[in-house]
Antibody
Framework: EVQLLESGGGLVQPGGSLRLSCAAS????????MSWVRQAPGKGLEWVSA????????YYADSVKGRFTISRDNSKNTLYLQMNSLRAEDTAVYYC????????WGQGTLVTVSS | DIQMTQSPSSLSASIGDRVTITCRAS??????LGWYQQKPGKAPKRLIY???SLQSGVPSRFSGSGSATEFTLTISSLQPEDFATYYC?????????FGQGTKVEIK
């Protein structure tokens, strides 16, 4: 069964940076597009970003474009999300997701942007 | 962007009731739709994929139907552990988009 383990969340001040990681296992990571999805406290789910199998194509939600960068290291079976210029509204649980017919994701990592 | 309109936003139901939740897509998404259940403090759990395929281990009282722009999640006989929030997700194109969620509460 697919395993996705997010890490790197924490408390950061507005304007700060954070890098999230997602360690993938029990599937051939390099064969699948991957995404990040987030959920602000008490709110619904929001897709954030996606990356193609080789990393050659990336996609971003308008709300994070120019501030967040998605990347992957297929040799390490790891997905990343570099988050810069963080805002209070970026506070959320961040999930990494595998693009399947019905995407699957991990347990998430909490990012809190606050002074 | 494809808009997903989920209804109702909440409902109250009794144990044993049949419950139906609907998602409408603003354009054809084929069968690229999943249904997810979320309980407080937990990650969403996939129930249905490809619009109508039941995730392994999910009780058969859950079923999904539909294609193109109209989709339905049905719980045939509501059980105590089914009280949760349910979301649909279209993943045919980026940006993926979610329904607003349906909170199923005890009557």
């Amino acid at each position: 069964e697919v395993q996705l383990l997010e890490s790197g969340g924490g408390l950061v001040q507005p304007g700060g940076s954070l890098r999230l990681s997602c360690a993938a296992s029990r599937f051939t990571f390099s064969n699948y597009d991957m995404s990040w999805v987030r959920q602000a406290p008490g709110k619904g789910l929001e897709w954030v970003s996606a990356i193609s199998t080789s990393g050659g194509y990336t996609y971003y939600a308008d709300s994070v474009k120019g501030r967040f960068t998605i990347s992957r290291d297929n040799s390490k079976n790891t997905l990343y999300l570099q988050m810069n210029s963080l805002r209070a509204e970026d506070t959320a649980v961040y999930y990494c997701a595998i693009r399947l017919p019905g995407p699957l994701w991990g347990q998430g990592t909490l990012v809190t942007v606050s002074s | 962007d494809i808009q997903m309109t989920q209804s109702p936003s909440s409902l109250s139901a009794s144990i044993g009731d049949r419950v139906t939740i609907t998602c409408r897509a603003s354009q054809d998404i084929r069968n690229d739709l999943g249904w997810y259940q979320q309980k407080p403090g937990k990650a969403p759990k996939r129930l249905i994929y490809a619009a109508s395929s039941l995730q392994s281990g999910v009780p058969s009282r859950f079923s999904g139907s539909g294609s193109a722009t109209e989709f339905t999640l049905t719980i045939s006989s509501l059980q105590p552990e089914d009280f949760a929030t349910y979301y649909c997700l279209q993943h045919t194109t980026y940006p993926w988009t979610f329904g607003q969620g349906t909170k199923v509460e005890i009557k």
